[in-house]
């Protein structure tokens, strides 16, 4: 038996270059070789987002698109809508009665993400949801039984705190649930256009796989660079620069950017110049996948048909694992 993988993204917007080389390229390369499983995070999106159903529900669709056009096939990847699971809400309940909440409090990825949040969340208005979500993540990955988890760097925190809920479950209750293991790629955080935060769909700093070439020109040619270079022939740096990091990983000419780079750090190279052979690099990644989701515009039906048969898949197996940790907490007993 394939050994699976359970990964997912909440739909709060499109997805983004930094979900390709954070998430997506481990996905790709797995997906032969895995048991594929892909969560579209609705409920949790709301954990943020609870004051726009609306938005979160018209990108479950436009995430959709992004997966099948950067190459996720649907006849080898199980595409699921985590709101359908209501084990995961089960299983969310009771293993919330084996975290503390300075333990959630302490949790890296929550404590930097309210302080990203904080047009959403003053530090005594965080809500018990939000607060709360690795307990729900932990329930996403063990109701589904991954064995791996491909995630970006932001969010192995969660992981780790999942495999601290397994082992404490299985303590008590016994061998019911599976430890995951975690998957970081190669670049665990990309950097965003602002050069500060790392790329995110709520920061405004992406370049997603559905923007035009314009929009990827203008995105590119106004990016964050070296600050501290004024003139052309100041003396420039690479390292930590977002157009550096960019190049590196998306421009295919290995030897162009070596000798960008020196030039750069020579100062005998301007920004437009540097910039624009990124673009160039960046639209030819963009372009075939831009291509794709525009042929998947219209058809919204074929769409929700992926997503209702791997629902449904994922019911299945949500249903079993819940019914195992029914056991195990003595609460079938109707059921007998
Ligand atoms: P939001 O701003 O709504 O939180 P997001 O851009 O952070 O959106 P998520 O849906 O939270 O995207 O994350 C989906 C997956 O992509 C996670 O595994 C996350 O670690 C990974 N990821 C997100 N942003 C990056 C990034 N900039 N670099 C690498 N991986 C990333
Ligand atoms: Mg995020």
Redesign the pocket.
């Known amino acids: 038996m394939k050994k699976r993988i359970l ?4 739909p ?2 499109q997805l ?1 270059i ?2 390709y ?3 997506l390229k481990s996905r790709l390369e797995f997906q032969n070789e895995f048991d594929t499983l892909v969560l579209i995070a609705n409920i949790q ?1 709301l954990t943020d987002n609870f004051d726009d159903p609306a938005k979160v529900n018209s990108n479950i669709l436009e995430v959709l698109k992004d997966y099948i056009a950067v190459g996720l096939d649907p006849n080898l990847v199980t595409f699921i809508l985590q709101s359908e699971i209501s084990e995961i809400s089960d299983l969310t309940v009771i293993y919330s009665n084996l975290v503390s909440i300075s333990r959630l409090m302490r949790n890296p990825t929550v404590k930097s993400e309210i302080i990203q949040k904080k047009n959403k969340f003053s530090k005594d208005s965080v809500t018990f949801g939000f607060l709360g979500y690795p307990i729900n993540q932990a329930a996403d990955i063990t109701t589904f039984m991954a064995d791996l988890v491909p ?5 192995a925190p969660m992981v780790e705190q999942t495999v601290e809920i397994v082992k404490k479950f299985n303590g008590i209750y016994g061998d019911v649930l599976k430890i995951p293991q975690i998957y970081i790629s190669e ?4 950097v ?1 256009l602002d050069g500060k935060s ?6 405004n700093n ?1 370049i997603n796989f559905s923007d035009s070439t314009e929009i990827i020109k203008n995105k590119i040619m106004t990016m964050y660079t070296d600050p501290n270079r004024i003139h052309k022939n100041d003396p420039g740096r690479v390292e930590g620069n977002p157009v550096f990091i960019y190049h590196n990983i998306f421009n295919t000419n290995k030897s162009e950017v070596k000798e960008l780079e020196a030039r750069y750090r020579k100062g005998t190279v301007g920004d437009v110049e540097v910039k624009e052979r990124l673009f160039e690099s960046i639209e030819a990644f963009i372009y075939p996948i831009r291509e794709t989701r525009l042929s998947l515009e219209n058809k919204e039906e074929y769409l929700l048909e992926i997503l209702d048969q791997g629902t449904k898949r994922g019911k299945k197996i949500a249903s079993e694992t819940l019914n195992k940790v029914k056991e195990a907490l003595y609460l079938n007993i109707l059921k007998k």
């Not at 990964?7 to 909440?10: A, E, I, N």
């Not at 995630?151 to 969010?155: F, L, R, T």
């Not at 670049?187 to 990309?190: A, I, T």
């Not at 790392?198 to 920061?203: C, H, I, W």
């Open positions: 990964t997912g993204d909440r709060t917007g983004h930094g979900h080389v954070g998430s999106a995630v970006g760097g932001d969010q670049y665990p955080r990309l965003g790392k790329m995110s769909k709520s920061l992406t």
